[in-house]
């Protein structure tokens, strides 16, 4: 049976002092392995050089004191090349916290840095990026894949199984749409109509009785809209990736 490629998480961290960069090197390692989740740690002591590897970071541990560049600047930068990576802001100076909120940062740690510090960070940041890995087995050709949850579009009963659409392809499972709820998380899933259920991270805009996927139009089931808009904001303050 063929995978799709599997997810590492890809934590970076900033901070101008070497020292500093090893010791939290050592300290994400040490709470990364215990939590057996396959990772990488990039570290960088400038935000010029993390910028120059933004698009594949994940996570990123970003000091506010640095020269020329400092995490402001960085932070501002990171999201706008990419909106999906987490900022955690690290400082020992409360009185910039004003400025931490212009970048939109997930955790605030304070320095010097302290283990259980950064591993409430690192596990609010897992709640966030777990939802939606389970995997679940799906064909195409006859041949068989596993997909994550996360990477589904949408979902639509065809004649007793359903298609699904991910990646720009469509599989198919045999099974009915009600089973195939049963399987889904239900924190990024929300049956919109009586043979369709959508992935809410890829819904673009919607209106009373529509669901726009990029430029693919759903219907909405008009006794479901309320509960939708309700389910897809709770969606988009706690799980938007």
């Given at each position: 049976m ?22 939290m090197?050592?300290i ?8 057996k989740?396959?990772?990488?740690i ?37 999201r706008?090349e ?16 004003k400025?931490?909120f212009r ?11 302290d ?13 966030t990026?777990?939802?939606?890995l389970q995997?679940i ?6 041949k ?5 949850q996360?990477?589904?579009r949408?979902i ?10 991910a990646h ?12 195939m ?17 959508v992935?809410?991270?890829?819904v ?25 808009e ?12």
């Amino acid at each position: 049976m063929n995978e799709m490629e599997n997810d590492i998480i890809r934590i970076a961290i900033c901070d101008d002092i070497l020292e500093m960069t090893k010791f939290m090197t050592n300290i994400i390692s040490d709470i990364m392995d215990e939590k057996k989740i396959e990772y990488e740690i990039l570290a960088f002591q400038s935000g010029k050089d993390l910028l120059e590897q933004i698009d594949n970071v994940n996570l990123v541990f970003l000091d506010l004191e640095m020269p020329e560049m400092d995490g402001i600047k960085t932070g501002e930068r990171i999201r706008r090349e990419n909106e999906k990576c987490k900022i955690i802001v690290a400082s020992a100076r409360e009185d910039r916290m004003k400025e931490v909120f212009r970048l939109d940062a997930m955790r605030f740690v304070s320095k010097p840095y302290d283990r259980e510090e950064i591993m409430e960070a690192i596990d609010a940041y897992l709640q966030t990026y777990q939802v939606g890995l389970q995997r679940i087995e799906v064909y195409k050709n006859r041949k068989a894949y596993y997909i994550m949850q996360r990477e589904i579009r949408y979902i639509q009963a065809y004649n007793g199984a359903v298609n699904i659409y991910a990646h720009n392809t469509v599989f198919h499972k045999e099974v009915t749409l009600s089973k195939m709820e049963e399987m889904l998380d239900e924190h990024i899933f929300f049956k919109i109509h009586k043979a369709i259920i959508v992935g809410l991270g890829f819904v673009t805009e919607y209106t009373k009785d529509k669901v726009f996927i990029d430029k693919e139009i759903l219907p909405l089931s008009r006794r479901n809209s309320k509960e939708f808009e309700r389910v897809f904001m709770d969606f988009d303050l706690k799980y938007r990736g």
